[in-house]
């Protein structure tokens, strides 16, 4: 029976206090919560926000050198700009919409805009200092979730160069038992000094800085080599790198006053329109705006007053005009493009030849798969009308729903671990994905057996990534497959399939590993579920007399009801990640190519023989009772 409907009165109605309304409403202001795991997880939108404010101080020409250390969950930034004034020190740590960046003389095109970040940082943190130096005066006020814990009066100090120092412990309330990832932060930091020549970041003792930006930033995060040297265009306000190579897709990295805008927004469309316009005016033909496309690399910067982002996080610009009084970004790169590129192409006309080369090939390629390409996607609107392989969920991460960022695809082997999964998981942001067996190695293999191979059409579909990851349909795709020999095969072939056809899903993090439990550890008080011969062991102890240990040999083992464990918040899945390309190629010839003598010759050397091995039960302390 429903519940009665409450009053409607006025004591029903509650102002919050800022720092209340922030942790009730973390994804408003920070856009997900998670524990380190992934990229976009919170804790690392907190380091941003605090360090964007250095980066504000630098691009208006003061401070050339920023610190970040970050120990046992402790992080803190110093800067040496000009420093917060004293006397607003708190108001502008503690007080919403509470800044200098609301006047554009003093932060002309900056980042943080709306006098939130550094508010967020605070009232999500169990510990939050800040302390500004100015002119041999500091000044410091501490907090505590957002509660004021110390406002120390200001006071002389010597010897101290101006700047402003953050230090803040995330809340484990929130953020649980969180990690930062070296992984994730490095990048961070590197795209830091890629858009700002001149900078330095030191990070926990290692010095960080460019010498050519985003031609340097092209140059370490390709992933292969190009075609034909990168071509560097700078002017006013505007820095663009780009080259072709000869992986499938396209790979972007955008950003707008020095914000990784990870999914594009007006000033990424901006670009794709201004060079298919260029190339298709320089060798007078309408060449297909895909065959411009194909292979491309490129890194984009632009500088906008007042940016307007579609969200918090600032992942996608929304401005279409330079600043509230100026051009479009349409036309301000439409000109830039038209005019430098131009030039460049003129100049250089070794790069022309091979660009125009490129763009034939892949106009060739095109064209020799249309007529398969066109029966697999008639073959898969068929089939997407009731898709056995895929048990989709409610909410997507191309959708405008506040949980996007929680959508998931899960990969599994069999219908054994995709039954287990499909009951367990949530279905309004956990879909699943079942390959019926092992996948074709797709190594070395051109893109027509993407549309040959049927499972690979439907997944494919399924991600909706055939025209580039801008509208991926699931934020975390992750490849589910038991913990043995045959799953990490699996693996194997799934990861080759993407960093072959669509690298651009590991190059912007989407794609995972799910790890799942290896041993069940019981008495009848505690259950525990162990990754590791180590938790097990701990495990073990912890139960204390004849506990029972079951070894889980396959995800089909594990009930639904267990399984919802292992897919819930605490889901424990690892990112994969690639760097370069030269290193990667050589790994994927090695493992994925011909069966050479060399790694006949690796087998043979690595073989574990099975007289050698210990088993479980060998390992298992005498009191316990093995499944």
Known sequence: MDKPIEEYTGDKIVTLEWQEHIRRRPGMYIGKLGDGSSPDDGIYVLLKETIDNSIDEFMMGFGKKIEVKIENGKVLVRDYGRGIPLEKVKDVSSKMNTGAKYDSSVFKKSVGLNGVGIKAVNALSNEFTIRAFREGKFKKVSYSKGICTEDAPIADIENVKNGTETSFIPDAEIFGHYHFQDDYIIPLLKNYV??????????????????????????????????????????????????HNKQFGEEYYSFVNGQHTTQGGTHLMAFREALTKTVRDFYKKEFDVNDIKASIAAAVSIKVEEPVFESQTKTKLGSKNMSPNGETIRNFMLNFITR????????????????????????????????????????????????????????????????????????????????????????????????????LNCFGLTKKVVYENEEFNLLQAALNIEEGI????????????????????????????????????????????????????????????????????????ACGKNPEMTRFKGLGEISPDEFKNFIGPEMRIEPVLIKKEDQIQELMTFYMGKNTPDRQNFIIDNLVIEEDRIDVEEETPENVIVE
């Open 470 to 541: 801008e509208n991926i349909r699931y934020n975390k795709v992750v490849i589910a497959t038991d913990a043995d020999v045959d799953g990490m095969h699996i693996r194997l072939l799934m990861i080759t399939f993407f960093l072959n056809f669509f690298p651009e899903v590991i190059k912007t993090k989407h794609l995972y590993i799910l790890q799942t439990p290896l041993f069940r550890v019981r008495n009848k008080q505690k259950t525990f579920y162990c990754y590791t011969e180590e938790e097990k062991l701990a495990a073990i102890a």
């Open 194 to 243: 890629y858009l700002n020549r001149g900078l330095t970041i030191i990070y926990n003792g290692e010095s960080f800085q460019s010498k050519n930006g985003l031609l340097d930033l092209l140059t370490d995060n390709m992933s292969s080599e190009g075609l034909y040297p990168i071509i560097h265009l700078t002017g006013q306000d505007i820095e663009i790198a780009m080259t």
């Open 340 to 439: 430098e590129l131009d030039n460049y192409l003129h100049k250089y006309p070794e790069t022309a030849q091979i660009l125009l080369k490129k763009i034939q090939d892949n106009e060739r390629d095109r064209k020799a798969i249309s007529d398969i390409q066109k029966i697999a996607r008639e073959r898969t609107k068929k089939v997407n009308l009731h898709n056995r392989k895929l048990r989709d969920c409610n909410v997507h991460y191309n959708s405008n729903d506040p949980r996007k960022a929680e959508s998931t695809i899960f990969i599994t082997e069999g219908d054994s671990a995709s039954g287990s999964i499909t009951k367990s998981r949530d279905v309004n942001t956990q879909a699943v994905f079942s390959l019926r067996g092992k996948p």
